[in-house]
């Protein structure tokens, strides 16, 4: 055996053991802290909405009535909510235009759905408020100079309405003390000096003045958001922290407090730091859900919950054990006909795919991608797909064997050959897989994509274990005289009839 393919052959047992390890049904986490790497991941099968169930909500643009909703901003609105999700780590969610101002959410196996409908569905409207010398607590939605507070708002989980607060809330520049907040006690605080029950506040500047937004931890480990302005918005807020000081800056979100601290001096450097009222800090998941909304930018409009309702799993476990007996019927039948007409090298092929369909799960775990029915529809096509190359690859050497070739000379040539054809249908097949997944992308299409992307990646494999696996294989077996090529049924074709 040359060392060539000796080193290849060992290349690719070693990729196969690794796959089969990865791909094995138990195995749901890499773990190589045992061989001194520090390294843990979880690899569970990420199922979707049509396997695992989630939850379903349908959002309505919450315009006063007659009004008429414009197309373009319910489609950026469609198009925030989906950088939000995605943010959120759900997998396969499915987010798309109904109607002229509704919009549909699909979360496959998300477990708190109020938490994920707070998340995506506020408007996530950031404001510096200018308070005058009224001491508002954390909590309470006030209404500004861009309007009054939205009926359907929903306060922080840590501040379920207009409530007293103690601690100090904090909005900081970099290199500078802390403004200092001061704590009310009044259980129902009014605006002071407001003759009108409903008092409007003059907006200072937005979100839009937003560079990033980020959850950092203070030296006793309590969590804050940090907020970084652009160039504008730092001057801005510079210029009125430093005509303000001893005045009360409101930070809030969909018009909801979420910090109220008092100016003590100038705040210069567009570094700005958010801190609750609560002496530990933000909760951890509610400080992430408000980066996540400022992050990825502000609703154009307001949105409601019209419908919130738990989806079960459209195909039940039944269905899909024997989805999963119908394929292992089909993988047999294949491997019976590629054994029977091709004997050792049929074998060969058989284990090529094994070897493919470990590989292409283990991929589903590590990307991670989320399996559905059209997503499972793609990889058994790839399957397919990767008989076929064989079947080519075999067809070609009997043609070589036919023209007086030996056994070495006719393998060699037989994938060269075909390895134009298998070249030429895999490519044309990936172009597909990319204008499937950009289809998808464009218009919220996920489940398009989901068949695009594991068609792909299957189309990818199946090139490499044709062409590699199965080539290496059977030159190793040739090397040890373990490959018969003669014979009534094999790769030397039977002799013509005379």
Known sequence: MRASTFRLLVLVLVIAAFAFWVAWPTNNQINLTPIGINYVRDIPVREGLDLQGGIQVLLQADVAPGQAVDPDSMQAARQVIERRVNALGVSEPVIQLAQNNRIIVELPGVKDPD???????NTGLLEFVDLGSNPLPQGMQIA????PPPA???PPASAAGPRATSGDATATAQGTPSAQGTPTASASPTPAASPSPTPTYQTIMTGKDLSSASVQFDQLNRPYIRLTLTSEGAKIFGDFTSSHVGQYLAITLDKTIISAPVIKQPIVGGDVQIDSGNPRGFPLQEAQDIVIQLKYGALPVPLKVVQN?????????DSVQKSVVAGLIGLGIVAAFMILNYRVP???????????AAIVFALFKLIPVTLTVAGIAGFILSIGMA??????IFERTKEELRAGRSAVAAIDAGFSRAWNSIRDSNFSTLITCLI???FGSQFGASIIQGFALTLGIGVVVSMFTAITVTRTFLKALQAL???????????????AAV
């Open 481 to 495: 005289g373990a490959l018969p090529v003669v014979g009534p049924i094999g790769l030397t074709p039977r002799p």
């Open 387 to 392: 008989v076929d190359a064989n079947i080519l």
């Open 144 to 147: 500004t100079s861009l309007g």
């Open 115 to 121: 938490q994920a409908i707070k998340t995506f569905g």
């Open 436 to 438: 499937l997944f950009w």
């Open 152 to 154: 359907t708002a929903t």
């Open 309 to 317: 309702r738990t989806v079960g799993p459209t195909l039940g476990q």
């Open 346 to 356: 049929g074998v060969v092929a058989t284990v090529a795919l094994a070897i493919y």
